[in-house]
């Protein structure tokens, strides 16, 4: 799954997303690093939803495809 | 022996023969008669390995008239008869003399089998035979391709069977390979051809072989019983099914294949599936493909955006909790400051930023801390 051009593949995207969520929430973070893992979350998220939405449009591509043949 | 002169002495007025020349005019002569086929009983047959002749005793079975025989070994094993005692057989021979016992007997040229019920006595035997070697066994028979790359159909050259199973499978699923051996599906060659096709289609890609042949008589199904034919079967790399036949014939061919059919068309409903059918299923799988795609993916959108709402609420909860921390602090540094002594009416002095201990010189200016402020004054 990892697109090969440095960007994180989805799963250890989602799976650090939630690492850093749990963290968060358990609230034993440095003031300073509050807001760089929460930075560092929503590039994640947006990574994500990114290849998410991708692979929904290619889903819909697909059965498009499907549904000519 | 022929051409020997056959001469007598005159004794006392007769032509006397000695023993050796009478037995060669009577050879001599025999060897003018014809080669005949005599109908008769195997008795007493006689084979050993070591022998280059086979001898047995042909006998009427009405009037139990006897004719010896013999046979070269070689000959009597390529006929692959396996008779027994008291089968009843067509014998191809001449009549000879062997001359220096005096011996008459029928120099055999060939051998057949005669009557169905000898026929069926020496399959049964086969069958026996290759039964105990475990040839038939259920165990042996391999499942069918399921989609086979290319269909070996062995089968006699224009006959309604060859056709049967090739408009069978080309109904069935267009695209199908097939490649035809003909062969002699009848008589003395049928059973070298088949085999020989067998192998050939198995060498050129087969991966499963049919055997069709129609109906027939008893006599025209032996070869598909025949031990070479049966153990080609059986010995076959790629699976086998076979037709031959009618459903009421169970030539021995049959038993090795790994599947029988009881006609040609059935054959070729084994050997490919229904392309249709294989298209329908295809396409159900495809359907539920998407599906699980789509599913999958909002599944996988859900979990993102719940960690994502989580993560738009922990930065401030964070920060709530440590203000909260910082909050407790506070309140027992509060706790601890002097601001409680103030409040029973101590008073802080400082001149400067340092509190007075010692009194200090008149006219210092100082401040002083009470409960509700600070106010300025001088020492006097």
Redesign the interface.
Known sequence: MNAGDGRPA?EEA?RE??Q??ER??R?D?G?DE??TL?ER??EL?RV??EQ?SS??GR?EE??QR?EDT | MSGAKVEATEVDGRRVYSVRAFNQGVATWLQRLPTVWVEGEVTELRRQARWATVFFTLKDPESGACLSAQMPRGTFDALRLDLVDGERVHVYGRPELFEQRGDFRLRVLSIERYGAGAHLAALERLKQRLAAEGLFAAERKRPLPRIPRLVGLVTGNDAAAKRDVLSGIVQRFPPAHVLVAETYVQGPRAAVTVTTAIRDLCARGADVIVLARGGGSFDDLLPFSDERVVRAVAGCPVPVVSAVGHEQDTPLCDLAADVRASTPSAAARLVVPDLAELRSRLDRARKALERNARRACSRHAERVERAHERLRRAPLLALERKRARLDKAHGRLLALSPRATLERGYAIVRAGDTIVRTPPAAGTAIAVDVADGTFGARVE
Do not use: R
């Open positions: 989805f989602q997303l939630e850093i969520v968060l929430e609230g973070v003031l509050l807001t929460w979350g929503e998220y994500c939803a998410l692979a929904e889903i697909l059965a499907a």
